[in-house]
């Protein structure tokens, strides 16, 4: 199993970034793909990025291609997601996620793991 704990969510204006961090404790960290998900109020979650093991290979959602960077630290078994240039649409909660296969894989299938979710909120 795998735990995955958020943070860093909340509430700014529209330009302004947040990061977001996901730290996780259980099986060996490192050799999962890692990724953000988010739902917004009516819809149906989606996928914001996946990124690979080793970072590598990253998969992001065309909405936030160019403001959000993922990126991951083994070594402290965390998982970031630096917002820029937040929009009022990316109002949502996210949750972190893992999978067991490829960040590919999560991506077009989903996860295997989810945190609790962080909300965030971007005003206009």
């Known amino acids: 199993q795998v735990q995955l704990v958020e943070s860093g969510g909340g509430l700014v204006q529209a330009g302004e970034s947040l990061r977001l961090s996901c730290t996780a404790s259980?099986?060996?960290?490192?050799?999962?793909?890692m990724g953000w998900f988010r739902q917004a109020p009516g819809k149906q979650r989606e996928l914001v990025v996946a990124?690979?093991?080793?970072?590598?290979?990253?998969y992001y959602a065309d909405s936030v291609k160019g403001r959000f960077i993922v990126s991951r630290d083994n070594a402290k078994n965390t998982v970031y997601l630096q917002m820029n240039s937040l929009k009022p649409e990316d109002t949502a909660v996210y949750y972190c996620?893992?999978?067991?296969?490829?960040?590919?894989?999560?991506?077009?299938?989903?996860?295997?793991?989810w945190g609790q979710g962080t909300q965030v909120t971007v005003s206009s």
């Open positions: 259980g099986r060996t960290f490192r050799i999962y793909p």
């Open positions: 996620a893992a999978g067991l296969t490829t960040a590919q894989a999560m991506a077009d299938k989903g996860p295997d793991y």
């Open positions: 990124i690979s093991s080793l970072g590598a290979k990253t």
